[in-house]
């Protein structure tokens, strides 16, 4: 039989392998979201350092409680905070002292943080988790909600030339309603110092398979400064919509006075100014992005890359921005500045430039943009002649003032897609182009397309109400009639008939009563009629579609002049606080929604209220 000795070693090395909880007597945590424990909870991470020394252990928060906390400290060696409880406060990670402070090399402190929920009840508590003075944190599986900063890094000692925190894993986290996910900010270069430190007060920070959500509150995602190795890869970082017109959103990726940085894989929606932004960069690699409605404030590129840092680093810059999916920017594309060097472009996607449908700035938007431009450089710095822009696919020019350009494409929907001859019945498909579209003012009955040889294929989309396709005569159509805005038709001509290979219909649009039924029913048309005879209407959903970015027109009106039709939609249609709840028999409302498959919701992206003549 084991001694009573060995028993108690045995009983140890089991709780120091499970944890400690904060909610045990010897701690005192309440975990009422009202009490404050502190002094619970620090007393918990003290005990693991007391107790276990450099070996560490582990801190429980327990799930089902909410701990609130003003600043906890963690210092020692290999602690590790989990359990699936809240936590109102922030977390210090910061060691007390330096490992080499001969060679100023800071500690590896090996803290692990894992999922934790952290909620302030504090919307100016700076942030939930801070890393000073630190080496080696990994950060896993947690929710930010209500802090100026989820995760905030920051430099301890001014005057000491090296890196301030290092080695920094953050993954799989959630951040919703933070005014940054993550944040790194660098003390200024002042007279006598290293010029070059600023490119290294953080090192080797990564980011990776993390989603944030704003709605209230938000400026920018990722916020990076003084980084000596930073990479960012696939995370979904979504802005609020653009319907709130929020005054302070700004970026999704922001880097500034950075070294070594891989921004790759992600899903960047939303920005207020550009949705990456890079400042000060020595070596970038920025691919594989997909980045959408950008600009939504002021006029703004969707990449922006610009050197103000000529005399010290410049030398070393290296650029590469390739396989990039843009679509809907405000201002440019992809934007080099006067002074980046050493810079390849290549491969990206830019398209539906210089947009003004997710705009809400009063700036104009500028009329002369480009899908790629580098600016060019009067200085006459080394090497300003270093940059290739080539392979680039855009629907506006690709503007290259310094450098070289090649094989870039502008793929203009214009030119593509001609338009018929407007108000004949016969227009011409003669020539080698296939794709046509309508444009008629008036009544117009197509009876034949004229021009074309036997086997050539065309498509039309009927882009206004006033044309009928029917299937008689010259055409073999699979309905009695093609007609309304969005119907499209795909046709064979075999010498004698144009044929039907395929087809959508959508009809000018269709009505539907919503006091009696409100889900609309998306497979059968893009654009509705709905009314009601005054009083409430069902709840409004639409049913049938989750197809991402599928863009619907409502028009909402009261059937009877002397009670107006008050308006019920689903909770997964986000309405502009404006937005109106009450339809009239005088006016319609015009509204135009837009699904986003990753929050399974649908927002409005305008609405107008138009007179009934």
């Keep these: 039989m084991e001694d009573f000795n060995t028993a108690l070693v045995k009983v140890d090395e089991e709780f120091k392998q499970r944890g400690v909880n904060v909610t045990w007597p010897l701690f005192g945590a309440v975990g009422d979201g009202v009490t404050d424990d502190t002094g619970a909870v620090q007393s918990a991470i003290d005990y693991i350092e007391s107790e ?65 929920k952290f909620i302030s009840s504090d919307p100016d508590k700076d942030a939930a988790i801070k890393i000073s003075n630190t080496r080696v944190v990994s950060i896993a599986g947690c929710y ?65 398979n993390c989603q944030a ?51 790759s894989s992600n899903d960047l929606f939303e920005a207020g100014l550009e949705s990456i932004k890079i400042l000060d960069y020595r070596v970038m690699k920025i691919s594989d992005n997909a980045i959408a409605w950008c600009g939504q404030r002021i006029p703004s590129s969707a990449v922006y890359v610009e050197t103000t840092d000529i005399s010290n680093t410049h030398h070393a810059c290296s650029l590469a921005i390739s396989d990039n999916a843009i679509d809907g920017t405000s201002k440019n594309g992809i934007e080099l500045g006067s002074n980046p060097i050493k810079a390849k472009i290549s491969d990206n996607s830019i398209f539906r430039v210089g947009v003004d449908n997710f705009y809400y700035g009063t700036e104009p938007i500028s009329t002369n943009l480009a899908g790629v431009f580098v600016k060019r450089n009067d200085e006459g710095i080394v090497n300003k002649d270093t940059v290739v822009v080539c392979n680039n696919v855009s629907d506006r020019d690709i503007v290259v003032q310094r450098g070289r350009s090649y094989n870039n494409e502008n793929i203009n929907a214009e030119q593509l897609v001609s338009v018929l001859s407007i108000n004949s019945p016969t227009p011409s498909v003669q020539g080698e182009k296939t794709l046509f579209r309508t444009a008629n003012t008036v009544t117009t009955n197509i009876t034949s397309l004229d021009g074309a040889i036997k086997g050539k294929i065309v498509e039309i989309l009927i882009n206004d109400n006033f044309t009928y396709i029917a299937n008689s005569g010259n055409f073999s159509l699979t309905r009695p009639v093609y007609e309304g805005i969005g119907s499209t038709l795909k046709l064979f001509y075999n010498g004698y008939q144009w044929v039907e290979i395929t087809g959508r219909y959508t009809g000018r649009y269709a009505f539907q009563d919503v006091t009696s039924n409100g889900v609309i029913d998306l497979r059968l048309h893009y654009v509705w009629d709905l009314f009601g005879m005054g009083g409430n209407s069902q709840p409004i959903s639409f049913a049938n579609s989750n197809q991402d970015n599928k863009v619907i027109t409502l028009m909402l009106r009261s059937g009877s002049g002397t009670s107006p039709l008050n308006l019920n939609f689903s909770p997964d249609i986000q309405l502009p606080v404006d937005f109106p709840r009450q339809a009239t028999y005088n006016s319609t409302i015009m509204a135009t929604f837009v699904y986003n498959q990753h929050l399974s919701k649908w927002f409005n992206l305008s609405y107008q209220i138009v007179p009934n003549n």
């Design 52 to 116: 276990y020394g450099d070996r560490g252990g582990t801190v429980w928060i327990p799930e089902g409680y909410t701990f609130k906390i003003d600043v906890v400290k963690i210092s020692s060696m290999h602690i590790r905070i989990t359990g699936g409880g809240v936590v109102d406060g922030q977390i210090l990670v910061e060691s007390v002292e330096r490992a080499n402070p001969s060679s100023n090399n800071i500690k590896d402190l090996f803290t692990v943080i894992k999922d934790i």
């Design 144 to 208: 930010f909600e209500n802090y100026v900063a989820g995760i905030f890094g920051f430099p301890k000692d001014y005057g000491i030339p090296y890196q301030q925190t290092a080695r920094v894993r953050i993954s799989d986290c959630v951040f919703y309603d933070v005014d940054y996910c993550v944040k790194t900010v660098w003390i200024p270069w002042v007279a006598g110092g290293d010029p070059k430190w600023v490119y290294h007060q953080h090192g080797d920070w990564q980011v990776s």
């Design 213 to 263: 959500y704003y709605y209230e509150r938000g400026v920018t995602h990722l916020h990076f400064e003084g980084q000596d190795g930073i990479i960012i890869t696939n995370n979904i970082l979504f802005h609020d919509a653009r319907s709130n017109r929020s005054p302070i959103k700004e970026h999704n990726i922001y880097i500034r006075q950075s070294n070594f940085a891989i921004i």
